[in-house]
């Protein structure tokens, strides 16, 4: 990535986290049922990663780790993804769904002992403070916060970061399209909500739903990340949407002093266009501000008739 001059209001994003989910890998590599390879997306899915930013802050997954909550798939899990942060320079945030197991991805990516207490986390990105949050349900696919997990929110956010937190977590505190998911919605919303209003939190990650969506929540931002696995066919009415393997995607995050972006990166091969590119940036960046409105903004005069 060039380094370029603001060509508009904005300065650079201070932070970008790259929020994927939902990989939802099986043991030895097995298809799902509907034949989605999560083992072979995923790894197309980190080829894009490698190239959207060369230095991005974190490497969020929001949930849905495995499939099973499978030994084998944990580890491979591992082994796709941290050679890939340690590449890019960044951490990786492990973030319990309702298709993983506690005690298997404590002991696999964590490195700890496995125990079914909630997954949770706390990561000081270079002033960006991101929050992990475990909404798993052992025996569950709904989600929920205890009051436990609450109080610990509560004293994390008592003190402000210097760029804000950011909420990391798998069940998504928004109504969906889709009805089945409002049947594993995410429990106490209320306490949740009474919690963050008022503090320093700038957004929430999430996953779980296998559609790219956004919505707000006690006046936050939510954005949740479509799945590395399989997608829902939201061009289907509600309550006959399904899997597809297709539409695979995750999210380009840009953290700004007064805003937040994100940004949908699907992952697919189509023929691509060329005419754009950094040797045009840098013929850009020479131009003054003036120059490059006359080159590039200015339409050439048409025949209407």
């Not at 700890?112 to 949050?133: M, N, Q, S």
Request: charged letters at 20%; hydrophobic letters at 40%; glycine letters at 8%.
């Amino acid at each position: 990535m060039i380094d370029l001059p603001p060509f508009g209001r904005h300065q650079p994003a201070t932070h970008t986290v790259i929020h994927l989910s939902d990989p939802h890998l099986l043991a030895g590599g097995a298809r799902h049922p509907g034949g989605a390879d999560g083992d072979a997306n995923l790894g197309r899915t980190l080829d894009a990663v490698r190239q959207v930013h060369p230095r991005p802050s974190a490497i969020v997954l929001t949930g849905d780790l495995t499939d099973l909550g499978e030994t084998d798939a944990y580890r491979r899990l591992k082994a796709a993804v941290e050679p890939v942060a340690e590449e890019l320079g960044c951490p990786v945030i492990w973030v319990a769904g309702n298709h993983d197991e506690r005690p298997q991805l404590r002991a696999e990516l964590l490195g700890e002992a496995a125990t079914e207490e909630p997954v949770t986390g706390v990561w000081d990105l270079d002033g960006l403070r991101v929050i992990a949050l475990d909404t798993s349900v052992p025996g569950w696919h709904h989600g929920d916060l205890d009051e436990g997990q609450l109080a610990w929110l509560a004293e994390q956010l008592a003190t402000p970061a210097p760029h804000g937190t950011l909420l990391a977590m798998h069940h998504p505190p928004l109504p969906t399209h889709v009805p089945l998911f409002d049947i594993l919605e995410l429990q106490h919303q209320d306490e949740l909500a009474e919690i963050i209003r008022g503090t320093d939190v700038r957004g929430i990650l999430a996953g779980h739903l296998h559609y790219s969506s956004t919505g707000t929540f006690a006046g936050v931002p939510v954005s949740v990340a479509s799945s590395t696995c399989y997608a829902m066919n939201v061009a289907r009415p509600a309550e006959d949407v399904n899997g597809m393997d297709a539409a695979q995607a995750f999210q380009l995050v840009h953290v700004y002093p007064d805003t937040i972006t994100h940004t949908v990166v699907p992952v697919v091969d189509a023929p691509t266009g060329t005419f754009f590119s950094a040797e045009w940036l840098e013929r850009m960046a020479a131009l003054t501000p003036e120059q490059r409105l006359e080159v590039f903004s200015r339409k050439p005069p048409r025949d209407t008739a």
